[in-house]
């Protein structure tokens, strides 16, 4: 979808040959800390702004040129949304609807019930969360393929976070693709299919959760029948502390087999294995740690 | 103390915020007062010529509802400032409106004052500091003004009092500005609502001073009139100025109380429940004329009754001149008729550029739409930008077309009404519409602009200013024609009596076509840009 993406603001660099390739009927996570480029990609997709270079394409089409036609296929929530204040919450929901092309009648009424909200306020007295469910109901009801959501839970509670997140599940069950751009690692885990995760306008990751676990550390924490054994013969592991027959360790998730191997001649009396979880992968680009030896393109990327 | 901790520093940031805005502003004023009087103490070098032309002018109902009354028929300055002294005025209370909106309830709905609201700021602290912002603007104004009209060769102690006329105006609009931001939770209905307090507070004063002599009490109702009464350089009474004050100081207390009895984000007007569902509003032409709908209907409404205001003055001219001398003057110029086109002409003129106000405005929505990102909602849907932005242009232009129809009809009306010949009617009614393309040239230039150029409203009121300027105090301050002939509005037809050049319409029509369509073509090839 995205190749080599470029975009300078005056002598800023916001995006710095991004990739980006989101499946047809996938739930996408897109994520990266504030700053990272994200909403300035959606913006580029949705053809608002001009790629300084690099190849798009959106729904197999030019979302520059092909805007208008395009946009009758997608809906978007925009991440920081303004409303216009003396419109009211409905008006907002219906024009937004009727501006793309049309919308589920009975959709937008089930929408409104299970987002609780009051179409007949004035826009202007609406809370961030209120805004942000206006916005919602007016994407979820449209009859669109291709749903892009640029961070849609920020000001939601947690109760509606979950009504968002069973509406998301519905949508990919109807066979809809979504962008999800975020930086709710809960959020993402729960609901993606596959991530990419952006750093300074560039793709530092893509894949499954479970191809970018592979990538990182899994935590173990095992009690030992016997004294612990030698572990040099396990490759890449860290953090080892042994305190009698207790042993911590972070192992590479590949070599978790081999590490248990070793163990089990020991004989194991417990054990805890821990998962990388998201937030660690996300972390693992983000602390400052210097760049991980990866593969570019881990996951399958086109 | 605790409600107004913060104000200090608030008043710093504001300062800071205006630091290029306000300067300009004053010195802007500052360097039309010095021309101007400059250049009409030269024009008037001898008593009996400035007696000629003040009893010119008190004798012209027109010039007298424009401008006020010259008071001192001897007096240098009265004569040479009288111009100033009126209109001067009311530009200094739009100054001030405006900035006391920009620092309160313009920040106020941007959430800038939540913000700041959070740290040790008192409640009543971001109204206090745009006040004293808008206190310490007036001070400056006046002060200046002051000094440059006392080096420019007039007396001194008018000078300070017709300072102290456009600062005590200046003032009482911040007041005025002050309780209107409480009323409203949009900047854009408080600059509204102080707008056409200030555009009431001029028509009652043309009504006193062109009202027969028991009658001129009726100027002493509006601020502006008494900023007039201070009457500079023609007595100088400066007893008018605590009254002012007083009004101001009224204000003040008064959005301050209204403001203590609100919450953050509110308005005393309350917001009511609307519709669930949208009726109509499935077009951006839809959406555009919803948004501007109140406001126009508001503009339309103030026309109208404008309209009504002049038909009827202009039916009047010719019975109010009373004096010999001015009934001979009034032959030589050619006769009533020939009067009530120059009134009409002129007020005609005037209308125009508040109509070039409205069409801005409008047009402006464009960038408020794009710098709050809601454009962008509207972008994302299969509505392309040139159609967007289109619908904003058709929503201004099919405005002003409106709008001068309005006051053409009112005024043609009124005066056919006064002078029993409905064929007047027509007659004010092409005069008005006669006007209509130099507008357009601004609405036009606006667009353009800001498809170009991306969102430079200031530089659309800039050359609207310019054009005031060039138009107003042009053949004043001495400019040389080619540079007076730059603004659109001395290359319309001057209707009524005017004389006519079809191909300067013509020209005026393209070149509002030709900037209209750039704007557009740039509109769609440039990045739209978020705040």
């Not at chain 2, 004053?26 to 007062?33: C, E, G, L, N």
């Not at chain 2, 009482?172 to 307090?197: K, P």
């Not at chain 2, 003040?252 to 569902?277: E, K, P």
């Not at chain 2, 001057?494 to 900037?515: C, H, I, S, W």
Request: aromatic residues 6%; positive net charge; glycine residues 10%.
């Amino acid at each position: 979808m995205v190749r080599g993406l470029v975009k300078d603001f005056g002598s800023v660099r916001a995006l710095d040959g991004l990739d980006l390739s989101v499946e047809q009927g996938e739930v996408h996570g897109f994520l990266g800390p504030n700053g990272a480029g994200k909403s300035t990609t959606i913006r580029v997709l949705l053809g608002l702004l001009r790629p300084t270079r690099g190849h798009v394409r959106l729904l197999d089409g030019d979302p520059w040129a092909d805007a208008t036609t395009l946009h009758a296929r997608l809906a978007y929530v925009p991440g920081d949304i303004s409303l216009w204040p003396e419109l009211t919450g409905g008006e907002v929901i219906d024009l937004l609807g009727r501006l793309r092309g049309g919308f589920e009648e009975r959709r937008r009424q089930e929408l409104i019930e299970r987002f609780d909200l009051d179409p007949t306020r004035k826009s202007r007295t609406y809370s961030k969360g209120n805004r942000q469910k206006v916005a919602l109901v007016a994407a979820l009801a449209s009859d669109a393929e291709l749903l892009i959501l640029d961070e849609p839970t920020a000001g939601l509670d947690p109760l509606m976070e979950e009504v968002f997140r069973d509406c998301v599940q519905e949508e990919r069950s109807r066979g809809r693709t979504v962008l999800l751009s975020s930086h709710i690692l809960s959020e993402v885990e729960a609901l993606c299919d596959r991530v990419s995760i952006i750093r300074s306008g560039r793709r530092v990751e893509c894949g499954t959760l479970a191809e970018l676990r592979h990538l990182t550390d899994t935590y173990v924490d095992a009690t030992l029948v016997g004294p612990v054994p030698d572990l040099a013969a396990v490759p890449g592991l860290r953090d080892v502390t042994v305190e009698g027959s207790r042993v911590r360790c972070q192992v590479p998730t590949g070599q978790l087999g081999e590490l248990l191997r070793v163990l089990t001649t020991a004989g194991i009396a417990s054990l805890v294995s821990q998962p990388p979880t998201l937030e660690q992968l996300f972390l693992r680009h983000y602390d400052g740690a210097p760049e991980p030896s990866l593969p570019a393109s881990p996951g399958p990327v086109r | 103390m605790t409600a107004v901790a913060g104000t200090g520093t608030l008043l710093r940031m504001a300062l800071r915020r205006d630091r290029e805005l306000l300067p300009a502003t004053i010195a802007t004023f500052v360097i039309v007062a010095g021309f101007s009087a400059r250049a009409t103490v030269d024009l008037y070098p001898m008593e009996a010529s400035r007696a000629g032309a003040a009893g010119l002018v008190n004798a012209t109902p027109a010039l007298v509802a424009l401008y006020g009354r010259i008071y001192d028929p001897t007096s240098l300055g009265a004569v040479a400032m009288f111009k100033l002294i009126g209109v001067g005025s009311v530009l200094v209370a739009v100054f001030t409106l405006l900035l006391v909106v920009r620092h309160t309830r313009a920040d106020e709905e941007s959430g800038r004052t939540e913000l700041a609201g959070s740290g040790v700021v008192g409640r009543h602290a971001p109204l206090a500091a745009a006040l004293l912002l808008a206190t310490g603007a007036c001070l400056a104004l006046g002060a200046l003004t002051a000094a440059v009209l006392a080096v420019s060769g007039l007396p001194v102690a008018g000078a300070a009092a017709f300072g102290a006329s456009w600062a005590g105006a200046g003032l009482v609009f911040a007041g005025v500005a002050a309780v209107c931001a409480q009323l409203s939770t949009s900047a854009r209905t408080a600059r509204g609502l102080a707008s056409a307090a200030l555009v009431v507070a001029y028509v009652v004063r043309a009504a006193g001073d062109t009202s027969a002599p028991g009658a001129r009490w009726i100027s002493w109702l509006s601020p502006i009139g008494w900023a007039q009464q201070v009457r500079p350089f023609a007595g100088d009474r400066w007893y008018v100025v605590p009254v002012l004050l007083a009004g101001a100081l009224a204000l003040a207390a008064g959005a301050a109380a209204l403001q203590a009895s609100r919450d953050l984000g509110s308005g005393v007007l309350a917001d009511r429940t609307g519709r669930a569902r949208a009726r109509g509003l499935s077009t951006p032409l839809a959406l555009a004329w919803r948004l501007d709908r109140a406001a126009s209907l508001a503009w339309t409404v103030g026309f109208a009754l404008l309209g009504l205001v002049l038909g009827s003055i202009a039916g009047n001219v010719g019975s109010v001149l009373t004096t010999p001398q001015a009934r001979r003057l009034m032959v030589q110029l050619g006769g009533v008729p020939r009067l009530t086109d120059a009134f009409l002409s002129a007020e005609l003129g005037f209308v125009a550029l508040f109509l070039t106000v409205f069409g801005i405005s409008t047009v402006l929505r464009l960038h408020t739409e794009e710098a709050t990102g809601r454009a962008e909602a509207v972008l994302a849907t299969s509505v392309g930008r040139v159609r967007f932005a289109a619908s904003h242009l058709l929503v201004a232009v099919a405005g002003t077309v409106v709008l001068t129809v309005a006051v053409g009809a009112t005024t043609g009306i009124a005066h056919a009404a006064s002078v029993g010949d409905a064929a007047v009617l027509g007659r004010d009614l092409l005069a008005a519409l006669a006007r209509l393309p130099a507008v357009w040239v601004l609405v036009a230039l606006t667009v353009a602009l800001s498809g170009l150029a991306g969102r430079r409203g200031t530089v659309a009121w800039a050359a609207l200013v310019g054009c005031v300027v060039v138009g107003e105090f042009g053949p004043l301050i001495g400019l040389p024609g080619w540079v007076q002939h730059l603004s659109p509005y001395t290359r319309v037809p001057q209707l009524p009596g005017g004389f006519v050049d079809p191909a300067a319409v013509v020209t005026l029509v393209l070149v509002a076509v030709l900037l209209g369509v750039a704007g557009l073509a740039g509109f769609r090839r440039r990045d739209l840009v978020a705040d």
